[in-house]
Structure formats: structure tokens, C-alpha cells
């Protein structure tokens, strides 16, 4: 119900979804990066183990898709499976951000995500959508739209 009540709530980042999804170099450390996300306060509503096709990556890293880095990338993500997951609660985009670490994982504190587990920028473990705006594309591109392709 969309009353103020529910406008404090959004304003205030109360129980947030954002998209995260599990490189292929984080799968083998799964169960330690699921342990990270809990501790700091988030819990994860859906997942889902999958691989994913050219298509779907050209969408989903269409800001970075004209780098030259974007074959390795690429290849990278074809490369195994990955796990896509939904994860909710507080300021949950930014906390997870925060978790994850920058970009690059020689740059990323050690009791950070890609601090821990990532090799170098391609090599980097997790992505987390990077605000509210790109967590609801995600989720849609990622959970909805495949649904709706299954069930139609
Ligand atoms: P994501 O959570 O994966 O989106 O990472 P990000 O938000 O920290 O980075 P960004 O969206 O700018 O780039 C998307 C992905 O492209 C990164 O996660 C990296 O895997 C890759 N990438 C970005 N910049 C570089 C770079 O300078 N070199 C290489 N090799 N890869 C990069
Ligand atoms: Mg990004």
C-alpha cells in the first residue's frame, strides 16, 4: 500500500533489494561470500546458478562494452557459470557496495569481497548494482524477464 507510511520507507532506504551476481572466479568461495553478505546485515531472497549468453552480457555491460577490455571481460564471463541472487535489507545497495570493494581487487581492503577473493579488474569476484535505479533494471533483466520468456 503506497501510503506515506511506505514513502518513509523508500526515502529512507529501509529494506532495499539490490542485484548481485557471483563471477565465475568467486563461485569456488560461494559459501564464504554468502557468510560476508549476512554478517553485514543483508540476507539473500532469490538466487539462481546459471550461464549466461553474449546477449544478455552485451546488455548488462553495455557502459563498458566499447573498451578494450570488454573481449577479456567478456570471455571471462562465458568462461564458467555465475550465480545471480536478489539481496534485501537496509541501505542494501550501498552496504553491498561497500562490502564488495572498488573495482580493482588489488585496490580492495582485505575484509572486503574482491579484497579477499578477486585477482585484479577483470578477475573481480561479485557485481552489485550501483544504485537503486540500476538494482531495478537488474532485477528486471536478470529475474523478470526470463520469467516472463518461461511462462509465456
Ligand atoms: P560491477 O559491479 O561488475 O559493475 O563492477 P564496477 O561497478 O566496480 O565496475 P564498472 O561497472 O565500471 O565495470 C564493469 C566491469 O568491467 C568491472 O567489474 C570489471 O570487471 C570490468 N572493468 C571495469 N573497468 C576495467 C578496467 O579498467 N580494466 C579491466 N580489465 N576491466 C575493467
Ligand atoms: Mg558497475
Known sequence: MRNEYYEFLVDANLNEETFAMIKPDGIENIV?????????????????VRHLDKDILKEHYAHVIDKPFYPELESFMLSDNVVTM??????????????????????????????????????????????????????ERFFKQKQKRITR
Open 32 to 48: 564464504k561470500i554468502i557468510e560476508m553478505i549476512y554478517s553485514a546485515g543483508l540476507k539473500i531472497e532469490k538466487y539462481e
Open 86 to 139: 536478489i539481496i534485501s535489507g537496509d541501505d542494501a545497495v550501498s552496504k553491498l557496495r561497500q562490502l564488495m570493494g572498488p573495482t580493482d581487487s588489488k585496490e580492495a581492503g582485505k575484509d572486503t569481497i574482491r579484497g579477499k577473493f578477486g585477482t585484479d579488474k577483470t578477475r573481480n569476484a561479485i557485481h552489485g548494482s550501483d544504485s537503486r535505479k540500476s538494482a531495478e533494471i537488474e532485477i
